[in-house]
Nanobody, 127 residues
Framework: EVQLVESAGGSVQPGGSLRLSCAAS????????IGWFRQAPGKEREGVSC????????YYGDSVKGRFTTTSDYAKNTVYLQMNSLKPEDTAVYYC????????????????????WGQGTQVTVSS
């Protein structure tokens, strides 16, 4: 069974940090790109980041560059999203996602090509 399970969402004040986790199972982890997407109420799903597990290269959406970092722990089949300097506009449900056969620069801007989606975890940034 293919699973992508997000965890460690929560509430934080502006300027704070969170680290999200995405635990993957049921497919060959090292062959896939793992992306993070987010969706706020009434808005389109937006690409946040992507890591190519074949070589650990990464790509970030413009709105999070310099603030967010994504990494993979290959021993645990887990991808992390370290979120620093959080802003209220970062508030959304965050989803991890998996796809193979595409460069991360394409993946982060094209949610329609995703093969597997997680269920999402809520991140709320407010005073």
């Amino acid at each position: 069974e293919v699973q992508l399970v997000e965890s460690a969402g929560g509430s934080v004040q502006p300027g704070g940090s969170l680290r999200l986790s995405c635990a993957a199972s049921g497919f060959t982890f090292d062959d896939y790109d793992i992306g993070w997407f987010r969706q706020a109420p009434g808005k389109e799903r937006e690409g946040v980041s992507c890591i190519q597990n074949s070589d650990a290269s990464t790509y970030y959406g413009d709105s999070v560059k310099g603030r967010f970092t994504t990494t993979s722990d290959y021993a645990k089949n887990t991808v992390y999203l370290q979120m620093n300097s959080l802003k209220p506009e970062d508030t959304a449900v965050y989803y991890c996602a998996a796809v193979t056969g595409w460069e991360c620069a394409i993946v982060v801007n094209t949610p329609g090509i995703i093969r597997y989606w997680g269920q999402g975890t809520q991140v709320t940034v407010s005073s």
